[in-house]
T-cell receptor, first 117, second 117 residues
């Protein structure tokens, strides 16, 4: 399986500020996904990021709040803008079939634990 | 309606014993994928096992096996010979690529497994 890294691993931020989370994969992937896990909850998809096109956002998530970049096939960023305490969550990036082996497995990065005060 | 249902919020198992974590799913698609992930307290999502809807054999990965009963729409995870390091949250997830137009994973609410020495 591919190695997926995220930076930062955790951060404590003041409300009203923004944080950019980076996701790096050690192989080229077509689609990258960003998920949010609020405390004690399951995972929810924020958006799907394809290289060379605008990210596709799920219901309840908007580009102004969660802008995403996907400059190449191994890297993506998610920005959490104008943060409030409700944004305190674990943010995870995910990739599908990172080895392009034809399998349908999906892997996650180690996550970014964000606390907004 | 919930796409993935995990009815066991918490489970206990004696070390070295086997344990079954339940998962039922709801889909009208013929083609779908089922996943199990382990999430330790660190927050990372660790891929355990994948079962495609057309796979006739139950998936196995080391001590993990997926008991796939298509007619019942269940995909239970069996962990054999439990170890203390198996203590974690376990999430069942389903992907319906044709239904959603994107390879979104729908997650259950999770089961917290505690292995007792």
């Amino acid at each position: 399986s591919a190695v997926i890294s995220q930076k930062p691993s955790r951060d404590i931020c003041q409300r009203g500020t923004s944080l950019t989370i980076q996701c790096q994969v050690d192989s080229q992937v077509t689609m990258m996904f960003w998920y949010r896990q609020q405390p004690g909850q399951s995972l929810t998809l924020i958006a799907t990021a394809n290289q060379g096109s605008e990210a596709t956002y799920e219901s309840g998530f908007v580009i102004d709040k969660f802008p995403i970049s996907r400059p190449n096939l191994t890297f993506s960023t998610l920005t959490v803008s104008n943060m409030s305490p409700e944004d305190s969550s674990i943010y995870l990036c995910s990739v599908e079939d990172p080895g392009n082996s034809g399998s349908d497995e999906q892997y996650f990065g180690p996550g970014t634990r964000l606390t907004v005060t | 309606a919930q796409k993935i249902t995990q009815t066991q919020p918490g489970m206990f198992v004696q070390e070295k014993e086997a344990v079954t974590l339940d998962c039922t799913y709801d889909t009208s698609d013929q083609s779908y994928g089922l996943f199990w992930y382990k999430q330790p307290s660190s927050g990372e999502m660790i891929f355990l096992i994948y079962q495609g809807s057309y796979d006739e054999q139950n998936a196995t990965e080391g001590r993990y096996s997926l008991n796939f009963q298509k007619a019942r729409k269940s995909a239970n995870l069996v962990i054999s010979a439990s170890q203390l390091g198996d203590s974690a949250m376990y999430f069942c997830a389903m992907r319906e690529p044709y239904q959603t137009g994107a390879n979104n994973l729908f997650f259950g609410t999770g089961t917290r497994l505690t292995v007792i020495p």
